[in-house]
Each structure stands twice: as C-alpha cells, then as structure tokens.
Nanobody, 123 residues
C-alpha cells in the first residue's frame, strides 16, 4: 500500500522559512515523478513544484519560483520543499504527490497523494 506522509508545516512570520518533508512508503520513488501542490481556503489546488525521478528536471509555479526549492533523497524515499521568504499568500494546505509516469505537472495525472500539512504565514 502506497502512503505519502507530509510533515514540517506550521505557523511562521512573513519572511521566515519552513522545510516540508514527504515520506513515501510502498513506492520506490526512484522511478516516479513527485510534486508539491497547495490549496488555500476557497481556492483550487495549485501547482507548486515538481521534480523528476532523478532530480535532473525541476519546475516551479510562478508564485514560488526563486523562493522555494524542491529536492528529493531517493535513498531515504523522502521529498522536500524548502520554503524561504514566505508571504501571507503562501498560506495553504500543502500536498505531496507522486506518479509512476516520468514527468507531469498536471494535478489530474498524479495518482498518489498525501493528506496535506498546513502552512500558515502571518503578516
């Protein structure tokens, strides 16, 4: 059974940093694409970042590019999202996702999802 478990969320002041982690089990992450999405209250889920199976290809959403960094440790089956210079508009539930395809940015094409971790940025 595949399970993705996010951690590292919390409350931080604007300008601060957080690092999210996503621990994967039941899935060999070295042959899947992994990504982060987020959903703010009353809004659709939004693409944040994605990384291919070996970390050679990265993509970021426009609103986080230059502030967030996605990475993965395939030896530990963990996906990370380093978030710097956080803004109140980054407040959302952040979800980890994975799929056995080599590459996709489309939310609908990710098969495995975590339950999310709340990130709240105060002004």
């Amino acid at each position: 059974q595949v399970q993705l478990v996010e951690s590292g969320g919390g409350l931080v002041q604007a300008g601060g940093s957080l690092r999210l982690s996503c621990a994967a089990s039941g899935l060999t992450v070295n042959n899947v694409v992994m990504g982060w999405f987020r959903q703010a209250p009353g809004k659709d889920r939004q693409f944040v970042a994605a990384i291919d199976w070996n970390g050679s290809t990265l993509r970021y959403g426009d609103s986080v590019r230059g502030r967030f960094t996605i990475s993965r440790d395939n030896t530990k089956n963990i996906l990370y999202l380093q978030m710097n210079s956080l803004k109140p508009e980054d407040t959302a539930v952040y979800y980890c996702a994975a799929d056995r395809t080599r590459w996709t940015l489309r939310e609908s094409e990710y098969y495995y999802w975590g339950q999310g971790t709340q990130v709240t940025v105060s002004s």
